[in-house]
């Protein structure tokens, strides 16, 4: 299958500070990038959705102004914590799509796991 | 609304005897179903999906599915357990509707552990 990675696989960073998660598709063309969260022993939780060169659509309960996602390239989106706080600790998982719709597979990141100190 | 309920936390088998992971499902539209697999610090793996087509499902590494519109699951089986089997499984729910984007439902997980 198409492989997705994501940079850094952990981060830890003083609250208030800003961090940025990098989710690239590495053999093939990602046209809809999606960003879930993971609590430990939860399900994951789509945050956003994002589609090359557009503005992502957030989830509801879900700020925009704090989770910032860029999709610039269709190999390429990222994700900034900003002001991150102690509740922003969480495992994130990209993964990406040649379409938008079921009929296509949506390939997984491994995660990143950030912790908020 | 769709939504995705896994019965079971935790399932533990012996190395060579049957694997049954529980799925239930609600859906207010035809749904695709899935399952992926998450080993450690590895990416999500789907390991198979339904979408309308032949209700028994195969998918990678002996795993099946049955898709049982009346019981509304999508149990997840394997005839023998193998030590690589270990991980985390999700069953997931999307809804087809025309025109617009997938969205993913995921369950809760279910750790499976194999012992000798």
């Known amino acids: 299958g198409a492989v997705v990675s994501q940079h850094p696989s952990r981060v830890i960073c003083k609250s208030g500070t800003s961090v940025k998660i990098e989710c690239r598709s590495l053999d093939f063309q990602a046209t809809t990038m999606f960003w879930y969260r993971q609590f430990p022993k939860q399900s994951l939780m789509l945050m956003a959705t994002?589609?090359?060169?557009?503005?992502?659509?957030?989830e509801q309960g879900v700020e925009k102004d704090k989770f910032l996602i860029n999709h610039a390239s269709l190999t390429l989106s990222t994700l900034t914590v900003t002001s991150a706080h102690p509740e922003d600790s969480s495992f994130y998982i990209c993964?990406?799509?040649?379409?938008?719709?079921?009929?296509?597979?949506?390939?997984f990141g491994p995660g990143t796991r950030l912790t908020v100190t | 609304a769709q939504s995705v309920t896994q019965l079971d936390s935790h399932v533990s088998v012996s190395e060579g005897t049957p694997v049954l992971l529980r799925c239930n499902y609600s859906?207010?539209?035809?749904?695709?179903l899935f399952w992926y697999v998450q080993h450690p610090n590895k990416g999500l793996q789907l390991l198979l999906k339904?979408?309308?087509?032949?209700?028994l499902v195969k998918g990678i590494n002996g795993f099946e599915a049955e898709f049982k519109k009346s019981e509304t699951s999508f149990h997840l089986t394997k005839p023998s357990a193998h030590m690589s089997d270990a991980a985390e499984y999700f069953c997931?729910?999307?809804?087809?509707?025309?025109?617009?984007?997938?969205?993913?439902?995921f369950g809760t997980g279910t750790r499976l552990q194999v012992t000798l």
């Open positions: 339904y979408t309308s087509a032949a209700t």
């Open positions: 997931v729910v999307s809804d087809q509707i025309a025109g617009t984007a997938s969205k993913l439902t």
């Open positions: 994002s589609n090359e060169g557009s503005k992502a659509t957030y």
């Open positions: 859906s207010s539209y035809s749904p695709s």
């Open positions: 993964s990406g799509s040649q379409g938008a719709t079921s009929a296509y597979e949506q390939y």
